[in-house]
C-alpha cells in the first residue's frame, strides 16, 4: 500500500470535502403542500361533479384562449374562471398549450406570430392569477400510445405505446426533423418567452416526452433526459423556467427519479407533477393503476414534500373502468380510475402527514 504523506493527507481531507459538499447542497426551508388537482376542460360537465364529490377543488384548465383574438384573451381566461368558481373549483394552471403552437415546434413560418401569441398568453393569465403553464416540445405528434384497448386488472382498458407499431404507421406529413433542428426551434422559442414569463412571474413547466425517445416516425425529440432538460434551463436561466414533473416519462429514461425527483424540487424547479406510473420501458410500456405498478408511490410523495415542493399535482393516465371506455378503448382521461388515485394519494398524504389541500 502506498501510505505516503500526501496520500494520507488526501484520504483524511475527504470526509471534510464531502461536508463541505453537502453544507453548499440547497435544503428545504418547509415541508411542501399539495394541491389536489384535475384536468378539466367543460366547467359544466359530469366529471367536474364527480371531482367536487371527491373533495378535488383545484382543476388545471386550457385558458380558454385557442379560439379567441389576442385582444380578448384576458377575458377568455376571466370568464373560463369565473365558470369554474361557480362550479367550486380554482384553476391552479394551464395544460396543453394556451393558444396554438406547432409552427414553433416545428420551425415553420408563421411561428413569430404564435410566439407574440403565447407571450399575450402568459400575461393573461397572470393578469386573472394564474402562474403556471405545463407545455411540451413534442413536434409533429403529441403523446403517443399506438393501442388503446389493452386489458388492465379486473378487465380495465388501458393504453401502451410500442415502438414497432409505431415505426409502421411510417413518417408524419412533416417528414424526418432533425435533432439540430429541434434544439434550434426550442431556443428560438425560450429566449423569445422567458422574458415575459419573468415579467409576469409566469412558471413554464416544461412536460417530458411521451414516448421519451428519439427521433419517432421521423422526427426528433429532445425533451428526454435530464441532461437535456438542463441544457434547456441553462438557455434562459430564470425561476420560471422548469420542469412539469411527469413520473413516468423519468422512469422510462432511466433516470433515478427518487433523487431526480429530490435534486429539482430542492433547486424550485418542479413547478407541476403528473403523478403516474407505467410498466415496460420506453420502447414498449403500458399504463397502470396509480397502485399497480413498479414506482414506489409512497415515496415519490415523501420526496416531494420534504424537498419543498409547494404545487399542483394529478393523477394521470388512469385506465379506464367498466361502461367508460370510448368506443372500446381508453382515452386516459376517464374520471373513474382518476377517484380511486385521489383516494390512493389522500391516504398516502394522511398516512404521512403530509400538507393537501
Known amino acids: 500500500m502506498d501510505l505516503t504523506r500526501r496520500n494520507c493527507l488526501k484520504g483524511a481531507a475527504l470526509p471534510f470535502a464531502a461536508a ?18 384535475e384536468v378539466l376542460g367543460n366547467p359544466e360537465s359530469r366529471d367536474v361533479t364527480i371531482a367536487r364529490q371527491v373533495g378535488i377543488k383545484w382543476v388545471i384548465a386550457n ?7 389576442k ?19 380554482q384553476i391552479a394552471g394551464v395544460e396543453g398549450h394556451p393558444v396554438p403552437f406547432e409552427k414553433i415546434k416545428l420551425g415553420l413560418p ?12 402568459i400575461e393573461a393569465l397572470a393578469k386573472n392569477g394564474i402562474h403556471m403553464i405545463c407545455y411540451n416540445f413534442m413536434a409533429g405528434l403529441g403523446w403517443t ?13 388501458t393504453s401502451e405505446f410500442d415502438l414497432t407499431a409505431a415505426n409502421e404507421q411510417g413518417l408524419t406529413e412533416y417528414g424526418e426533423v432533425s435533432e439540430d433542428r429541434m434544439w434550434a426551434n426550442c431556443e428560438y422559442f425560450i429566449k423569445a418567452v422567458m422574458p415575459v414569463a419573468d415579467k409576469y412571474k409566469v412558471k413554464m413547466a416544461l412536460h417530458p416526452d411521451d414516448p421519451p425517445l428519439s427521433p419517432l416516425r421521423g422526427i426528433a425529440r429532445i ?7 438542463e441544457r434547456i434551463m441553462a438557455m434562459v436561466p430564470s425561476p420560471y423556467n422548469g420542469v412539469t414533473f411527469c413520473q413516468a416519462n423519468f422512469l422510462l429514461m432511466k433516470e433515478d427519479i427518487y433523487s431526480l425527483a429530490r435534486e429539482w424540487c430542492l433547486k424550485k424547479k418542479v413547478f407541476f407533477v403528473h403523478y403516474r406510473d407505467v410498466l415496460g420501458d420506453k420502447t414498449h410500456f403500458r399504463e397502470t393503476f396509480h397502485d399497480n ?6 415515496r415519490m410523495l415523501d420526496i416531494y414534500s420534504q424537498a419543498g415542493f409547494d404545487g399542483p399535482i394529478r393523477p394521470d393516465h388512469a385506465p379506464a373502468l367498466a361502461g367508460e371506455s370510448e368506443n372500446g378503448k381508453s382515452s386516459g ?7 380511486l388515485a385521489f383516494g390512493y394519494m389522500k391516504g398516502i398524504m394522511e398516512a404521512r402527514g403530509l400538507r393537501y389541500e
Request: hydrophobic share 35%.
Open 20 to 37: 463541505e459538499a453537502a453544507a453548499k447542497a440547497p435544503t428545504a426551508t418547509s415541508p411542501g403542500r399539495f394541491y389536489l388537482a
Open 63 to 69: 385558458g380558454g384562449m385557442a379560439r379567441a383574438r
Open 71 to 89: 385582444a380578448d384573451y384576458i377575458e377568455a381566461v376571466r370568464s373560463q374562471k369565473e365558470a369554474f368558481a361557480a362550479a367550486g373549483m
Open 110 to 121: 408563421g411561428r413569430d406570430e404564435q410566439i407574440e401569441n403565447t407571450k399575450w398568453a
Open 145 to 157: 400510445r399506438t393501442n388503446q384497448a389493452v386489458p388492465e386488472r379486473g378487465g380495465a382498458l
Open 223 to 229: 425533451i428526454n433526459s435530464k441532461r437535456n432538460y
Open 293 to 298: 405498478g413498479p414506482t414506489d408511490m409512497v
Open 333 to 339: 382521461y376517464t374520471i373513474g380510475g382518476k377517484v
